[in-house]
């Protein structure tokens, strides 16, 4: 199991802190500060948003990803409208029903391969039900990276926004990793966000390199028609030391660090998917395009490596794992992993 000064593969959330970011965090300390956001920090951090996103962007910070999720979504629907989103989505997987005891609104799983949702998926929900029986749909949800490590190419993206508002849907961008899919793409989150369509998106910073906290961006600030700070506060969000989440944002935006801590974690998630290709026993089962690798192996070796290095189990009929890398990875992490790998299959 994962010790102290020992990198573990079970997911970015288990990254130390980025030292910029810490740094960021210390200066802010610094004398007393107005709370609930109305300070210089909030204000230099919304302004990055804005330098990335555009300037009609609408900024509402918030702890974790969950958290963000809820609130955004609870100012696009009504009770009795609901949101679409694929079945692995984690706003249906991992999330414990959050969203829908918030905002008594309802969350559709529909079926894919992939974890990627296409126009001809959602076509089916959108021809039955329209009477008071049933719950209407009103929001598109996907996440950019997808809960399998894969990719909405921007025409697929565009492809599926341009669907959506014909139809009369909002799409909402769950981008816990937009950061990493940004760097996998070769682009910038606004090119894979708002310049292909998208309505609203929760940019992740926990997962890259932060200590806590998401970003909710409203690319209309009239969508949320004034509820986004009410629910944000209902929604228990609403940091009354809010200089410390802002002051992470800012620094993060600075200088590209966004890109070059999601840029290094997929380097050492291709650098671990070349070391595994030669290892007898090991199939990855899903395209490698960001920071996870899924693969299948034998019960006991996973369990023998299990020993040195935690990881996550994602599907125990196969068995499928998953392996994470993140800001933090080093080159001889990533060897010192897959010799460990190599021995449990001995």
């Not at 573990?8 to 007393?32: H, Q, T, Y």
């Not at 021809?127 to 990276?145: A, K, L, M, N, Y």
């Not at 949320?224 to 993060?252: D, I, W």
């Not at 007898?280 to 395009?289: D, E, L, Q, W």
Request: glycine share 6%.
């Amino acid at each position: 199991m994962t010790t102290h000064g020992v990198r573990s593969f079970e997911s970015d959330n288990a990254a130390p802190v980025a030292p910029e970011i810490l740094e960021a965090i210390r200066a802010a300390n610094d004398g007393d500060a107005i709370g609930y956001g109305h300070d210089p920090w909030t204000q230099r951090a919304v302004r990055r948003f804005r330098e990335h996103f555009g300037a009609a962007t609408d900024v509402y910070f918030a702890f974790n990803g969950t958290g963000a999720n809820v609130v955004a979504l609870s100012c696009l629907v009504k009770p009795w409208e609901a949101v679409l989103c694929p079945t692995s989505a984690h706003l249906q997987t991992d999330e414990c029903g959050a969203f829908e005891r918030f905002s008594g609104s309802k969350v559709i799983p529909v079926s894919t391969q992939d974890g990627k949702l296409r126009p001809q998926d959602l076509e089916p929900y959108l021809h039955v039900g329209h009477d008071e029986h049933h719950s209407q749909p009103r929001v598109v949800s996907i996440s950019q990276s997808t809960e399998y490590g894969g990719l909405y190419e921007p025409e697929e993206l565009h492809e599926l926004c341009d669907y959506a508002h014909s139809r009369g849907l909002l799409v909402h961008v769950d981008g816990a990793r937009i950061a990493n899919a940004a760097a996998a793409l070769g682009t910038t989150p606004r090119a894979i966000t708002i310049d292909l369509g998208a309505d609203v998106l929760t940019f992740g910073g926990t997962k890259n390199g932060l200590m806590f906290g998401e970003a909710i961006c409203f690319f209309d600030p009239t969508l949320p028609a004034g509820a986004a700070p009410f629910a944000r506060k209902q929604g228990m969000q609403l940091a009354s030391k809010m200089r410390y989440v802002a002051a992470q944002f800012e620094a993060l935006l600075t200088e590209d660090r966004w890109l070059r801590y999601a840029a290094h974690a997929n380097a050492m998630t291709a650098r671990l998917h070349e070391r595994i290709r030669s290892i007898a026993g090991i199939r990855v089962t899903r395209p490698v395009r960001c920071n996870a690798i899924f693969a299948t192996m034998d019960r006991a070796a996973i369990a023998r490596a299990q020993e040195e290095f935690f990881f996550y189990v994602f599907d125990e009929v196969l068995p499928e794992v998953r392996w994470m890398t993140h800001w933090a990875t080093q080159p001889e992490d990533v060897e010192a992993f897959a010799d460990c790998l190599a021995r449990s299959l001995r």
